[in-house]
């Protein structure tokens, strides 16, 4: 199947901080990319659909301006988790698509003190 | 917006049992996808299945679409296949819903 890599794995920060997450597909375009929070032993929260050259599309109740992503690319998306406070925390999962079908990155666990 | 629900939430299997998970969703999707999370987080595709029937290996896949429900067949379990079970639908709108999950435990 097609590959996503997603890097960071692990990243912790300070308070106030910003990190940024990428999220490649490594041998298709992906038309649509989108971007997910998981807290423990709970499922996945669509955060984000974004489309390369066009604005991301934020699912109820998450913060554009908290969470910033560009999709400058076929093949790269990028989630940035601005002025990051400790309720931040989280694993943060990326998916992409190209004919529907959906392939996942690896996750990017985030903790911030 | 569509619900997806999957059921059980938590199943433990003696080692070599066989087990079937299900997703209902509420309406039409134009995709569907089930998925095991395992232990460090990462979601392994196991099976694009928008319609119809699967298999690959000991785990197998049905969608009735026009019925709103998909199967997971999992046989012969082994302690490996414990992990999270999740289903997922992709929409008209384009936008990813994922059930809660199945909460697997394979005893050896």
């Known amino acids: 199947g097609a590959v996503v890599s997603q890097h960071p794995s692990w990243v912790i920060c300070k308070s106030g901080t910003s990190v940024k997450i990428e999220c490649r597909s490594l041998?298709?375009?992906?038309?649509?990319m989108f971007w997910y929070r998981q807290f423990p032993k709970q499922s996945l929260m669509l955060m984000a659909t974004?489309?390369?050259?066009?604005?991301?599309?934020?699912e109820q109740g998450v913060e554009k301006d908290k969470f910033l992503i560009n999709h400058a690319s076929l093949t790269l998306s990028t989630l940035t988790v601005t002025s990051a406070h400790p309720e931040d925390s989280s694993f943060y999962i990326c998916?992409?698509?190209?004919?529907?079908?959906?392939?996942f990155g690896e996750g990017s666990r985030l903790t911030v003190l | 917006g569509i619900q997806v629900e999957q059921s059980p939430p938590d199943l433990i299997l003696q080692e070599g049992a066989n087990s079937t998970l299900r997703c209902n969703f509420s309406?039409?999707?134009?995709?569907l996808q089930w998925f095991h999370q395992n232990p460090w987080g990462q979601l392994i595709n196991l099976f694009y299945?928008?319609?119809g029937t699967k298999q690959n290996g000991r785990l197998s896949a049905t969608t009735v679409a026009t019925e709103r429900y998909s199967l997971l067949y999992i046989s012969s379990s082994q302690t490996t296949d414990s992990g999270v079970y999740f289903c997922?639908?992709?929409?008209?709108?384009?936008?990813?819903?994922f059930g809660a999950g199945t909460r697997l435990f394979v005893k050896a």
């Open positions: 998916s992409a698509t190209g004919t529907g079908e959906l392939f």
């Open positions: 041998d298709f375009q992906a038309t649509t």
């Open positions: 974004s489309n390369e050259g066009s604005k991301a599309t934020y």
């Open positions: 309406d039409s999707v134009n995709n």
């Open positions: 299945i928008p319609s």
């Open positions: 997922a639908v992709l929409t008209g709108g384009f936008k990813t819903i």
